[in-house]
Each structure stands twice: as structure tokens, then as C-alpha cells.
């Protein structure tokens, strides 16, 4: 009579079981292989995208120096005018920000 407690070695089954874990670790690998191309490829994107970003920052500056010198030139040449639209805007400002 065979206890609970007994195993029955059936060289099968064991076969069957090594193979598994052979088939579970190649399984594994492949899947840290295809991880790691993964990462590569993902910090790859980043790289190009950070290229394009830093791109666009710096025509975003040269737009705006060019307007800042431009919007400076126009108030040197120009001051009456200026100081008119300066206090058209702030009586505006005001007018919306004054509650009666």
C-alpha cells in the first residue's frame, strides 16, 4: 500500500517536468532579450524626440528676441504713441477690474 506521503517516481512525468522548466527558462531569456531591445528602442524615440524639443525651444527664442527688438524698436521710435496705448490699456484694465 502507497502512503500520501509516498512519490511514485514515474521517469515521464520528471521528463515532462525538466522540460517545462528548460522551456520556462528559454521563455524567460527571450522575454528579458525582447525587454531590453525594447528599453533600447524606447530610449531611442526619447533621444530624437529631445533633439526636436530642444529645435523648437530654440526657434521659440529667436521668435521671440525678434519680436522683443522689434516691439523695442517701435516704442523708441514711436513714444507718444507709446505712452498712448500704455494708458488706453490700463483704463481698459481698469474698467474691467473696478466693480461699481
Known amino acids: 500500500m502507497t502512503t500520501a506521503n509516498s512519490k511514485a517516481t514515474d521517469p515521464t512525468k520528471e521528463q515532462e517536468i525538466e522540460a517545462s522548466k528548460v522551456a520556462v527558462t528559454e521563455a524567460y531569456e527571450k ?4 525587454k531590453n531591445h525594447f528599453k533600447a528602442a524606447a530610449e531611442s524615440a526619447g533621444i ?7 529645435e523648437q525651444l530654440k526657434k521659440g527664442r529667436d521668435k521671440a528676441s525678434d519680436l522683443t527688438d522689434q516691439a523695442t524698436t517701435y516704442m523708441k521710435d514711436n513714444p507718444l504713441a507709446t505712452m498712448c496705448i500704455a494708458f488706453a490699456a490700463g483704463f481698459i ?4 477690474l473696478t466693480r461699481k
Not at 522575454?31 to 525582447?34: I, R, S
Not at 530624437?48 to 530642444?54: E, G, N, P, T, W
Open 31 to 34: 522575454l528579458m532579450e525582447a
Open 48 to 54: 530624437d524626440m529631445k533633439s526636436d524639443a530642444v
Open 93 to 96: 484694465a481698469s474698467k474691467f
